[in-house]
Every structure is written in C-alpha cells, then in structure tokens.
C-alpha cells in the first residue's frame, strides 16, 4: 500500500539554495525528472537572509556615514542623515523579492522540475517524506543549508539572530551582539552607522579569532573609531528579559561579574547545519560532531547515491563555495569528472567598511605547514589611493612559498579590499610565480597598483 503512494524521480533535491536551484535547472536540461524540496523561502541563505538583504543594509549604512563624514573632505553637511530603518527595510525587501520571483520562474519555467513545499525527512536511503507525500529517487542531493546557533544561557530570553534582526523596522536604541565574529561585526557597524548604540560581547581573547591576530587588532581599532564597545574575553555569559523591556547579559571578566542591558539582543555565536532535521540516521548517514554531513572531495556521502552540498557539509560556508559546489556536482555528473573539493582555494570577504578580503592561508596557518617562507605587510596608510580617498585604516599582507615562488595567502584589510583580492586570488589559481605579479603594471592611481610593491618587500619569515 505504502510502496503505491510513492513518488518517483530522477533525482531529489533538499534546499533551494545556491547549489541546489542551478542543479535543479542543470539536471533538467539532461531531461531528468526532478523534484526540488524547500521548506522555506527561495534562495537559500543567500538571497533571503544573507548577501542579498545584509550587503542592502551595509550600502545604506555606508551612505549615511559618507554623510558624517562629509565634513573631513570639505563638504559641509548642514544636518545629520536623518534615517528611515522602515525605507531601508522595504529596499532590502525590493532587492529580496525580485530575486525570489526569478528563481521561481527559472524553475517554474522548466516542465522537469517539480518544487514540493515542506520538510523533507528520510524514511531510508532512497525515500523521503514531505507531509503527507512520500518521494523516492537513487539520486538525492542535499543542499538544506544552516541556521544560527543559540548557546547555553539565552533560550528564555528575547533575542534576534541575523535574520530576525532585518525584520526590525526602527532603529534599535542600545544594540548588545553576543558574538564578534564575521556576522556580528557586519551588524554592529550597519547599526552604529544607522544610530544605535552598540556593545560586543566576544568570549575569545580576540575578534574573529580565525585571523591573525594582527587582522583582529585593526578591525577592532576600526569599530571603537566608530564608537562600537568592544569587549573581549567575556565568559559564562547569560541574558534576561528586564521587567521595563530590553535583555540584560550578565558575563564574567577579570574575575568579576559585570553586565551590560540594551534594547535589543542579537545572538551571533555561529552557525549549525540544518542536517538535524533530515533524520539522517534513517539512511544510515554519516555526520561529524558538529552535525556537517561528511562528504568526499566528489561531495559524495557515506552512502551511494547520496550527495551533500552548501552550508551543510562543512566545507565551506558562503555563496561563491556553494555554487562551486554545484559546478563540482554538475562535472562529475556529466562533465569530464576532474573537478573536485581539492581544486578549491578558500577566499571570503568581511563585509565591515573597510572591507577585508582574504584567500589562501593566514600567516598562522601557514606556519604551521612547515614550508619555507617569506611575508610582506604594507598599511593602507602608506598607499597614495586609501589617503586621496580619506580612507587609509588597514594593511595589505602577502605570503609566498620560498621554494616555489608561489602565493599561499594574502589579506587586503582596507578600501576595496573585498574587490582587491581578487588579484591575488587569480594569480594563485593560475599557480603564477609572485614574481610575474610584482613585474605587473597595475592602474594608477589605485590601491592595486601598490600588489607589486608589497611584494618587492618580501622577507624570509623566521621560525
């Protein structure tokens, strides 16, 4: 009886996110019969909650600070920007919705593709259940993505998390983020540029403790320049609904008990992967301890037939690593099977303003590779371009391998530096000797052209 309630297809897709929607449309195009699972909205992370929406809120934010900062460059500004977070919101909205309605035409467009609405959950390794409906395939693709985790301390509490929060349509008086990584950073900005007060409450010595410490050092100077209150080193934290309205957070530091209230509470502590909510076990999958689905540099599963990409396999956690995820499933699929998870360089961007821009290893991490060395820095206070534009917080970094001349890793942390390293990036992929960059002739005047320069200063590390 079950077996003739059965769906069956070609293929099996859970998420629409930036890897699961283009295999929908690729896998359509091979005349596969294919059903794509969402249990929310189009786009994934990306479109609804993520790039999209927060790089809407960090233009606006920009924009009003270019304001106050007006004065510094000779334009007298009668008046502070008067802000509108609603007119904010409903252009982020705008941006949203348009992205969502051409996703959903793509795939409404293609007679291959079923879209199922609901949360899919395993029955075994070839069937899945959505609501009343059961769906069964040999090929099941899972792109179901990640949410914000909330720590020990703070499940009683009103708090907001980075989608939440862009739901907000005034400004928040006194906004206390709970985490100082790439996340909260982005928020704490947007919103101190918008008018709010802003504290960070970060457990580790350090911000964004994944960087060098040097990096953590300028991008903290950068957000106290903009009065941001930064604390490090806070521990056993807790939060609590004050009677009046508002969160208390209560934390421990220098052996004291101190805390710190605000009107509003943004949770920003990282991310877990929704693999939670598939009911893995069914189909005998493997995860890991932090529940990542583990996959092959094919982004094939412990089990045949079976494919993780996206935020859900741990190995990578923004847009541009999940579409590459996609290209990977797509060449092996039906192209000349040789891309995979090894060919990948890890880059990625913090969008606070400066930006910073990072591929390839940190100075720490290569280190501890135990190659033959060399390393520059320059600070952006040096570069003609960063002072023209009144902009000249933050470095420029470069790492090269001694033996073979070729670049491990840089960071531009500064005016551009998102765009910049895209120099970098290009030069590693295509396994160029540093040396053909430094002879390079970049554009005057821009902060690129100084690529060369920083690297003529290279200088063997000492261990």
Known sequence: MLEDRVETFDAIIVGSGQAGNPLALALAKQKW?????????????????????????????????????????????????????????????KLVNESRLGLRKSLADSPQVSMIRGTATFLDKT???????ILKSYKIFLNVGARAGVPEGFEEVDYLTNS???????????????????????????????????TILEMGANLISKEDK???EIV??????????????????????????????????????????????????????????LKVGKA???????????????????????YALGDCNGKGAFTHTSYNDYEIMEDQLFGEKKRTLDDRIINY?????????????????????????????????????????????????????????????????????DEIIGTFLTAMYAKLSYKKLMKSVQTHPTVTELIPTLLQQLKPVED
């Open 33 to 93: 019969k294919v059903a794509i699972v969402e249990k929310g909205a189009l786009g994934g992370t990306c479109v609804n909650t993520g790039c999209t929406p927060t790089k809407a809120y960090v233009a606006s934010a920009r924009a009003a600070w270019a304001i106050s900062n007006a004065p510094n460059l000779g334009i007298d500004v009668p008046k502070s920007p008067k802000v509108s977070l609603k007119a904010i919101k409903k252009r982020k909205d």
């Open 127 to 133: 069937r899945l259940k959505v609501g009343s409906r």
């Open 164 to 198: 939440s929060i862009l739901q907000l349509d005034k400004i928040p008086d006194h906004l206390v983020i709970v985490g100082g990584s790439y996340i909260g950073l982005e928020f704490a900005q947007i919103f101190k540029r918008l008018g709010s007060k802003v």
């Open 214 to 216: 040097d990096t953590s």
């Open 220 to 277: 903290r100077a950068i957000l106290e320049n903009e009065g941001i209150k930064i604390i490090c080193g806070a521990k056993c934290l807790k939060g609590k609904n004050k009677k009046s309205g508002g969160v208390t957070v209560t934390f421990h530091k220098d052996d004291n008990d101190k805390q710190v209230s605000g009107s509003h509470l943004l949770i920003a502590t990282g991310r877990i992967p929704n693999s939670d909510l």
């Open 284 to 306: 005998n999958l493997e995860i890991n301890e932090k529940g990542y689905i583990e996959v092959n540099s094919k982004l094939e599963t412990n089990i045949e037939g079976i």
């Open 349 to 417: 961007a913090l969008y606070i303003d400066p930006p910073l821009g990072r591929a390839g290893m940190t100075l720490a991490q290569a280190k501890k590779s135990g190659k033959k060395l060399m390393f520059a820095r320059m600070p952006m206070s040096e570069i003609s371009r960063a002072k023209e534009k009144g902009e000249t917080q933050g470095k420029m970094e470069v790492i090269v391998d001694a033996d073979s001349d070729q670049i491990l890793g840089a960071a531009v942390l500064g005016t551009g530096g």
